[in-house]
């Protein structure tokens, strides 16, 4: 099942760690089937507040989405945004095709 690594990048502190943790990203990303979905951009805040930018980041199953967060080369640059940003940072199954919402009930 596809599984997703969400972040709410609360705050950022861009500079030359920021900036190299974005250069670097993408190729950690890569060998576990990991892609963009959403990265910052537009928020229409419809409810409540939402300070910051929405990250999503696609992989084909929760195993990949783990072996990347715990690889070697992502570890590498981790820091780089740990320590110059705020996040809250979750893990989250997708679910199967034509999903209802009652289906959590079961």
């Known amino acids: 099942m596809t599984a997703y690594a969400v972040a709410h990048m609360r705050q950022a502190t ?3 760690q ?3 943790y974005l250069h670097k990203i993408d190729a950690t990303l890569e060998p576990f089937g990991g892609r963009f979905l959403v990265h910052g951009g537009n928020l229409e805040v419809m409810e409540n507040d939402w300070p910051g930018h929405l ?13 990347w967060y715990e690889s070697p080369a992502y570890r590498a640059i981790l820091p ?4 110059n940003s705020r996040s809250d940072v979750v893990f989250a199954d997708g679910v199967e ?8 009930l079961k």
């Open 97 to 104: 095709h034509l999903h209802k919402a009652t289906d959590v």
């Open 18 to 20: 920021i900036v190299e």
């Open 55 to 67: 990250i999503i980041i696609e992989f084909p199953d929760r195993e990949r989405l783990r072996d």
């Open 80 to 83: 780089l945004r740990t320590a």
């Open 14 to 16: 861009m500079g030359p």
